[in-house]
Protein backbone atom coordinates (compact mmCIF):
# COMPACT_ATOMS: atom_id res chain seq x y z
CA UNK A 1 0.00 0.00 0.00
CA UNK A 2 1.45 3.43 -0.71
CA UNK A 3 1.74 6.39 1.56
CA UNK A 4 -0.96 8.93 1.87
CA UNK A 5 0.51 12.27 0.82
CA UNK A 6 0.00 14.93 3.53
CA UNK A 7 -1.86 17.15 1.06
CA UNK A 8 -4.91 14.98 0.88
CA UNK A 9 -6.47 15.97 4.32
CA UNK A 10 -6.34 19.72 4.06
CA UNK A 11 -7.71 19.03 0.17
CA UNK A 12 -10.62 16.47 1.95
CA UNK A 13 -11.77 19.19 4.95
CA UNK A 14 -11.51 21.91 2.14
CA UNK A 15 -14.05 20.20 0.51
CA UNK A 16 -16.60 20.20 3.60
CA UNK A 17 -15.78 24.26 3.35
CA UNK A 18 -17.78 27.50 2.41
CA UNK A 19 -15.88 28.71 -0.58
CA UNK A 20 -13.65 32.30 0.39
CA UNK A 21 -14.53 33.64 -3.05
CA UNK A 22 -17.73 35.63 -3.93
CA UNK A 23 -20.23 33.74 -5.74
CA UNK A 24 -20.38 36.41 -8.25
CA UNK A 25 -22.68 36.88 -10.54
CA UNK A 26 -25.09 34.47 -8.59
CA UNK A 27 -24.71 36.63 -5.47
CA UNK A 28 -24.22 40.63 -6.39
CA UNK A 29 -20.35 42.14 -5.30
CA UNK A 30 -19.07 42.64 -1.97
CA UNK A 31 -19.55 46.05 -1.12
CA UNK A 32 -15.95 47.96 -1.98
CA UNK A 33 -13.56 49.84 0.98
CA UNK A 34 -12.89 52.87 1.39
CA UNK A 35 -10.60 55.11 -1.17
CA UNK A 36 -11.67 52.27 -4.01
CA UNK A 37 -9.76 53.08 -7.00
CA UNK A 38 -12.52 51.80 -9.31
CA UNK A 39 -13.71 53.35 -12.68
CA UNK A 40 -12.87 56.94 -12.95
CA UNK A 41 -15.37 59.32 -13.70
CA UNK A 42 -15.07 62.50 -15.62
CA UNK A 43 -16.49 66.24 -14.76
CA UNK A 44 -16.59 68.04 -18.04
CA UNK A 45 -18.00 71.30 -16.56
CA UNK A 46 -15.11 71.56 -13.92
CA UNK A 47 -12.65 70.60 -16.25
CA UNK A 48 -10.40 73.28 -17.98
CA UNK A 49 -9.12 72.28 -20.53
CA UNK A 50 -5.73 72.14 -18.95
CA UNK A 51 -4.40 68.56 -19.89
CA UNK A 52 -2.14 68.03 -17.36
CA UNK A 53 -4.37 64.69 -16.52
CA UNK A 54 -3.56 63.47 -20.32
CA UNK A 55 0.66 64.22 -19.77
CA UNK A 56 0.51 62.05 -16.08
CA UNK A 57 -1.32 59.56 -17.56
CA UNK A 58 1.13 56.19 -17.58
CA UNK A 59 -1.35 54.08 -19.79
CA UNK A 60 -2.32 56.51 -22.38
CA UNK A 61 -5.56 56.47 -21.49
CA UNK A 62 -6.35 59.94 -22.30
CA UNK A 63 -6.67 62.27 -25.12
CA UNK A 64 -6.55 65.60 -25.06
CA UNK A 65 -8.96 67.18 -27.50
CA UNK A 66 -6.68 70.83 -28.17
CA UNK A 67 -9.37 72.26 -29.75
CA UNK A 68 -12.46 71.89 -27.51
CA UNK A 69 -10.57 72.00 -24.47
CA UNK A 70 -11.36 68.65 -22.91
CA UNK A 71 -10.49 65.50 -22.78
CA UNK A 72 -11.43 61.37 -23.58
CA UNK A 73 -10.87 58.95 -22.00
CA UNK A 74 -10.85 55.11 -22.70
CA UNK A 75 -11.53 52.86 -19.93
CA UNK A 76 -10.18 49.64 -21.11
CA UNK A 77 -6.84 51.42 -21.23
CA UNK A 78 -7.51 52.77 -17.87
CA UNK A 79 -4.46 51.46 -14.91
CA UNK A 80 -6.98 52.83 -12.20
CA UNK A 81 -3.71 54.70 -10.64
CA UNK A 82 -5.42 57.78 -10.13
CA UNK A 83 -2.38 59.81 -10.86
CA UNK A 84 -4.85 61.95 -13.33
CA UNK A 85 -7.14 62.90 -10.60
CA UNK A 86 -4.03 64.02 -8.10
CA UNK A 87 -2.89 66.53 -11.00
CA UNK A 88 -6.62 67.50 -11.82
CA UNK A 89 -6.41 71.17 -10.42
CA UNK A 90 -10.19 71.53 -10.98
CA UNK A 91 -10.71 68.32 -9.30
CA UNK A 92 -12.65 67.21 -12.42
CA UNK A 93 -11.87 62.96 -12.37
CA UNK A 94 -12.28 61.28 -9.52
CA UNK A 95 -12.38 56.69 -9.30
CA UNK A 96 -15.88 55.84 -8.61
CA UNK A 97 -16.52 52.77 -7.04
CA UNK A 98 -17.70 50.89 -9.94
CA UNK A 99 -15.47 48.10 -11.26
CA UNK A 100 -17.73 45.89 -13.60
CA UNK A 101 -16.44 46.56 -16.84
CA UNK A 102 -16.66 43.17 -18.59
CA UNK A 103 -17.64 43.59 -22.36
CA UNK A 104 -16.72 42.45 -26.04
CA UNK A 105 -16.84 45.13 -27.52
CA UNK A 106 -14.02 47.71 -26.34
CA UNK A 107 -14.76 50.34 -28.29
CA UNK A 108 -18.98 50.03 -26.57
CA UNK A 109 -19.48 53.70 -25.35
CA UNK A 110 -19.55 52.93 -22.14
CA UNK A 111 -15.77 52.75 -22.32
CA UNK A 112 -15.59 56.01 -23.40
CA UNK A 113 -15.54 59.27 -21.58
CA UNK A 114 -15.47 62.67 -22.96
S1 LIG B 1 -6.33 56.42 -13.39
FE1 LIG B 1 -4.21 56.33 -14.15
S2 LIG B 1 -4.31 55.06 -15.96
FE2 LIG B 1 -6.40 55.67 -15.48
S3 LIG B 1 -6.76 57.48 -16.73
FE3 LIG B 1 -6.03 58.19 -14.73
S4 LIG B 1 -3.80 58.39 -14.93
FE4 LIG B 1 -4.55 57.16 -16.65
S1 LIG C 1 -6.31 67.94 -15.52
FE1 LIG C 1 -8.46 68.31 -14.93
S2 LIG C 1 -8.86 70.36 -15.71
FE2 LIG C 1 -7.01 69.66 -16.75
S3 LIG C 1 -7.76 68.67 -18.67
FE3 LIG C 1 -7.62 67.06 -17.13
S4 LIG C 1 -9.68 66.95 -16.25
FE4 LIG C 1 -9.54 68.93 -17.30
Redesign the pocket.
Same mark, same amino acid.
Request: hydrophobic letters at 50%.
Given at each position: MGVIPPILGPCLKQLFKKPFTNLFPDVPPIPTPGNY?GI?SYDRDKCAGCGL?AM? &???G +??DFVKEERRIR?WIV? &? +?? &? +?? &??SACPKDA?F?TEEFLSADYDKHTKEFILE
Open positions: RICV &CPS +AIIK &C +AF &C +AQ &CTLM
